[in-house]
């Protein structure tokens, strides 16, 4: 990767930037003087180090005339010794722009729909979906997010067969992408007399909510259905027929929404979903696809892989895929998430960087 390069056109972008918003015409247009500043945002971090970086340059090769011509042995060691100094803070300085310089993905700033569903294990399951939805609630207040409920199905001893929620706030999908896959538990249940540990797990979807201009969806392939809301809702529950069932017939895609008063406010989060959905499938691929030529350990595109374990006896939680081990499930199970995501952000990034650095 030729840093230098890449930050000679960084700067270039940026001042070609700044020149477009001392245009007068761009105050008459919010959408594109919105889309500037945001750019302007982005780039000046980079533009920053790269001044940074040219000053280090410029003092090495100052200091390289000095060593060169060796006119006074004195000034020639203090040069020799700075020099030492400036190569250490250009590697470390090097290393932080490489990162920087890795592509964000556009989907990170997005809100998203999370899906948790109980999968094998029974009752079990349900209730650890269930503790699931608590963990991402807790996770989601912690970070100053608004959560939405969309949809649930309630199980008869606790948790839920299905629960779906909104997130939205900050860099959402960006940091819960990584939260698809299945998660497996392994703890004694409540119901089992012989103390004997049971495993069970759930499944967790993170689609990035996206616009109608994401997704074109032809209205006349849609069957829009209502029905009466069950479970969770307050006083409207199984009064009127607010909740909305929405069949995208060519893909053959449900999505319902019931916790909303209105069948117009539930039909309107129900969209929401279904372009979601839509948007997801295409966005798999692609991640298929590129995991295939990096190999990454991260982003797989394999909704269906397990990634995690909960193991309650140990206290133990084990993400799979990057080897992570940690031994604070209890503060995990109530939000204590940060650490983990981290984790697979940086690895992904690393995996990002190799992949440019290779390319």
Request: charged fraction near 35%; charge should be negative.
């Amino acid at each position: 990767m030729d840093i230098e390069e890449k930050l000679k056109q960084i700067k270039s972008r940026f001042e070609e930037v700044n020149a477009a918003m001392s245009d007068p015409s761009v105050f008459d247009d919010p959408e594109k003087y919105t889309k500037l500043t945001k750019e302007r945002s982005d780039l000046e971090d980079l533009v920053r180090d790269y001044d940074l970086w040219k000053d280090l340059v410029s003092r090495k090769e100052g200091n390289d005339e000095l060593i060169e011509v060796d006119e006074d042995p004195e000034i020639t060691e203090m040069a020799k010794e700075e020099n030492k100094e400036i190569k250490e803070e250009l590697l470390t300085l090097e290393e932080v722009i490489k990162v920087k310089l890795v592509p964000k993905d556009p989907e990170d700033t997005k809100n998203a729909i999370i899906e948790i569903r109980a999968g094998t294990g029974g009752d079990e399951a349900a209730i650890f979906a269930g503790d699931l939805f608590d963990m991402y609630r807790r996770y989601a207040d912690s970070q100053n997010w608004n959560l939405s409920l969309l949809s649930l199905t309630e199980s008869d001893k606790g948790g839920y067969k299905e629960i779906v929620f909104s997130l939205e706030g900050d860099e959402i999908f960006g940091k819960m992408k990584y939260e698809s896959g299945v998660h497996r538990v392994q703890r004694v249940p409540e119901t089992e007399s012989q103390g004997r540990v049971h495993t069970s797990a759930a499944t967790v979807a993170v689609l990035p909510e996206v616009e109608e201009v994401d997704v074109h969806i032809n209205p006349s392939d849609l069957r829009i259905d209502t029905f009466r809301a069950s479970g969770a809702g307050g006083q409207h529950v199984n009064k009127t027929d607010s909740a909305i069932r929405i069949t995208h017939e060519p893909t053959g895609i449900v999505v319902e929404c019931q916790e909303e008063r209105s069948q117009h406010q539930n039909k309107e989060k129900a969209m929401t979903m279904l372009r979601s959905k839509m948007y997801d499938i295409e966005l798999e691929k692609k991640e298929k696809a590129r995991a295939a030529d990096r190999k990454s350990q991260v982003s797989t595109g394999d909704r269906s892989a397990k990634i995690r374990t909960y193991n309650f006896p140990q206290g133990r939680f084990t993400d799979h895929r990057i080897n992570l081990t940690l031994y604070n499930l209890d503060n995990i199970m109530k939000g204590d998430l940060q650490e983990a995501i981290e984790a697979l952000r940086v690895q992904d990034n690393l995996d990002k960087l190799n992949e440019i650095s290779e390319g």
